[in-house]
């Protein structure tokens, strides 16, 4: 299996790192790189010192992306700056590869219908990097919704809010993709996981309601704060569903709260913890994952990324799922800039 990984900063490293791990040394993988100025990274984000990255995992380093292409790789994984993304993309998918693009799918709509179009045309395998679908509790959640464990949902809440600077210690913030307008960042698309399982537990928003914008003293040039009313259909009613997303939280949260009338399902995300209430508000389930390594999320994903690429399963986010997801996510955006209700529509995606 010949793979290319465009992009080699934090997250093209994880990528790599477990391509390592799940397939050997023998699979040949391809590194397209315009920049050489990310150290070599650890799991937890720590700085490996005197290590190349290319070296250390037998990359083939190829800086002009036709010629990436022209090497004919069975996969493109596309790990750069969001606003890069959809250019990529597209190439790959005219040259006939396979693709997983890191979430967001881009920062705004511009190529993403082609993209959408060309992939399912082509029955192109094309998966899109939502690592939290793999979340032990947020699939709980589904099986539970699934079957109508809480009854019927009335309303959700959901927050996520970390400190900025702390994300990744190893480069200055100010510079990061997440603080920077033209690389595609602020804390809607950053932190668009959110924007994304909300769509696979319920489904495409109607409309989207939001407000926030740039209001920590953080320095950056993108909104730093949200808070993003969503109205849902679930079972022909239109539920609430309110997320939270901010860059200043210390300590961070990232919590869920989906509440029935006949129970309600609480998750903490970065604890991995599940608990269940029923109707009397006893508690009738309890799950706790204290040993679960956060990249495990992304080996699960990646696995699955190559069980696809070899027929034996069907990609579990799709491109047109995360040209939805993205559409949320901009709509969000939209709201925050020009204060008023946002209607989705699926035409085209």
């Known amino acids: 299996m010949k793979l290319l990984v465009a992009g080699l900063g934090g997250i093209g490293q994880r990528h ?16 397209y790189r315009v920049r050489r100025d990310s150290p070599t990274l650890t799991d937890s984000l720590g700085v490996e010192p005197g290590a190349e990255v290319d070296e250390k995992y037998g990359l083939k380093v190829i800086t002009d992306l036709d010629a990436a292409l022209g090497e004919g790789p069975d996969a493109v994984l596309i790990c750069n700056p969001s606003s890069l993304h959809l250019s990529i993309a597209l190439k790959a998918a005219h040259a006939g590869a396979a693709m997983f693009v890191e979430k967001p799918l881009s920062n705004d709509l511009a190529g993403v219908a ?45 927050e996520v809010g970390e400190y900025l600077p702390g994300w990744h210690t190893y480069e200055d913030y100010r510079q990061m993709y997440a603080s920077r307008a033209d690389l595609g960042g602020g804390v809607v698309l950053s932190q668009i996981h ?5 769509y696979w537990l319920f489904g495409m928003p ?16 993108v909104e730093d704060t949200a808070s993003i009313l969503l109205e849902c259909t679930v079972d022909g009613r239109a539920i609430p569903v309110h997320v939270h997303q901010d860059y200043i939280q210390r300590p961070p949260s990232r919590t869920c709260e989906i509440i029935g009338d006949a129970g309600k399902i609480l998750i903490d995300l970065r604890q991995v913890t599940l608990t269940v209430f029923g109707v009397e508000g006893t508690m009738t389930e309890s799950t706790a994952n204290p040993d679960f390594a956060r990249n495990q999320l992304f080996l699960d994903e990646m696995t699955h990324f190559l069980a696809c690429l070899e027929g034996r399963e069907t990609p579990s986010v799709t491109i047109r799922d995360g040209a939805r997801s993205l559409a949320i996510a901009l709509a969000a955006k939209e709201s925050i800039a020009t204060g008023q209700v946002v209607e989705l529509s699926q035409a085209g995606l």
């Open 16 to 31: 790599v790192r477990n391509l390592r791990t799940l397939l050997g040394p023998e699979a040949e993988i391809l590194a």
């Open 114 to 158: 082609e993209l959408v179009d060309l992939v399912e045309s082509r029955r192109l395998v094309g998966l899109v990097g939502y690592q939290m679908r793999f979340h032990p509790g947020l699939r709980r959640a589904h099986e539970l919704l699934e079957a109508g464990a809480i009854g019927r949902v009335v309303a959700v809440r959901i």
């Open 194 to 198: 959110e924007l994304d399982y909300v």
């Open 206 to 221: 109607r409309r989207v309601f939001a407000l926030g914008g740039h209001l920590t003293r953080l320095e950056v040039d």
